[in-house]
């Protein structure tokens, strides 16, 4: 299984893998939300979370942010992966518009 995104509007929607195995369409994924009209971001249940597709996310948000085009993310994740992001120091990507 390989990550997804689903736009629908203003938002985008992704899930499966989010891991450094799949950093390739992570990038991808992310290069096309980044490149479209997305004010919101929907992280849904990733299968799998790794730190290198958080901080891929961190930078997108920074860049978004940076150009005046805040993006709003919400993450939907399970007690692991939300403890992962507590712990390393990304707690702040859970509650946030960035």
Same mark, same amino acid.
Do not use: Y
């Given at each position: ?6 736009? %629908? ?17 992570? +990038? ?11 004010? $919101?971001?929907?992280? *849904?249940?990733?299968? %799998?979370? *790794? ?23 919400? @993450? ?7 403890? +992962?992001?507590? $712990?390393?120091? @990304?707690? @702040?990507?859970?509650?946030?518009? +960035?």
């Amino acid at each position: 299984m390989k990550p997804k995104v689903k736009m %629908e509007g203003d938002q985008a929607v992704i899930n499966g893998p989010l891991t450094i195995k799949h950093h390739k369409e992570v +990038l991808s994924l992310l290069k096309k939300v980044a490149d479209g009209n997305v004010s $919101r971001l929907v992280i *849904d249940h990733p299968s %799998e979370l *790794d730190l290198s597709s958080v901080q891929m996310l961190w930078s997108l948000c920074s860049s978004k942010k940076s150009t005046n085009s805040p993006i709003n993310v919400v @993450f939907a994740l399970n007690e692991a992966d939300t403890s +992962l992001l507590k $712990r390393c120091g @990304f707690s @702040f990507l859970i509650t946030s518009t +960035l």
